[in-house]
């Protein structure tokens, strides 16, 4: 069981929006503004697209976003592609005791 | 640009170790932490890790406390993670990952990643 809660699956058209939610708790997603977002492509490394909650690191698309509230935080994804199909995590600084938690994932499929 | 090679697919019997090697070049070594992060076929992501390239100091997942050393060599640019006792359940892609910042930063720019099987 992943220390961060993803939904395991969401869809979406081209052209549309979606958002990929992570609940932690207080001792990570609700404390730290140090929640990082990664895409993974089948047998390839993970990529990071955001970074401490909201950053987009130079030559990630617009299209992405990251956002939090509380325990949760938040990937936006606006004007999907085809090629935006993969697994998405979501990563939390959770202080001195844990360091660093992953999400279990979530599929993103493109209708 | 950041690169991070890490060493070639490894085969393993159960009880046995493993030594992973990650040589980073394109930014100071010293200067970033490096992550340590699993993933099992089929499966997410796993920390397992960090160390300090300028101090050597550890921080170890509590999962993996008592069977995993990092280490690193700052002659040459390159960090290690080691893993004893594996067991088939070890069988996994491991990747090092380097920190985003100087301070507390999350796994940013990752190599391409080691398959180590176990089995006898």
């Known amino acids: 069981q992943s220390a961060l809660t993803q939904p395991a699956s969401v869809s979406g058209s081209p052209g549309q929006s979606i958002t990929i939610s992570c609940t932690g708790t207080s001792n990570d997603v609700g404390t730290y503004n140090l929640v990082s977002w990664y895409q993974q492509h089948p047998d390839k490394a993970p990529k990071v697209m955001i970074y401490?909650?909201?950053k987009r690191p130079s030559g990630v698309s617009n299209r992405f976003s990251g956002s939090k509230s509380g325990n949760t935080a938040s990937l936006t994804i606006s004007g999907l592609q085809a090629e935006d199909e993969a697994n998405y995590y979501c990563c939390s600084y959770a202080g001195s005791s844990a360091f660093w938690v992953f999400g279990g994932g979530t599929r993103l499929t493109v209708l | 640009q950041v690169q991070l090679v890490q060493s070639g697919t490894e085969v393993k019997k159960p009880g046995a170790s493993v030594k992973v090697s990650c040589e980073a070049s394109?930014?100071?070594?010293?200067?970033?932490?490096m992550h340590w992060v699993r993933q099992a076929p089929g499966q997410g992501l796993e920390w397992m890790g960090r160390?300090?390239?300028?101090?050597?100091?550890?921080n170890y997942a509590q999962g993996f406390q008592g069977r995993v050393t990092m280490t690193r060599d700052t002659s040459i640019s390159t960090a290690y993670m080691e893993l004893d006792r594996l067991t088939s359940d070890d069988t996994a892609v491991y990747y090092c990952?380097?920190?985003?910042?100087?301070?507390?930063?999350?796994?940013?720019?990752w190599g391409q990643g080691t398959l180590v099987t176990v089995s006898s």
């Open positions: 401490d909650v909201i």
């Open positions: 990952a380097r920190s985003s910042r100087g301070g507390p930063g999350a796994p940013h720019y």
């Open positions: 394109g930014y100071t070594f010293i200067d970033y932490y």
């Open positions: 160390i300090s390239p300028n101090s050597g100091v550890t």
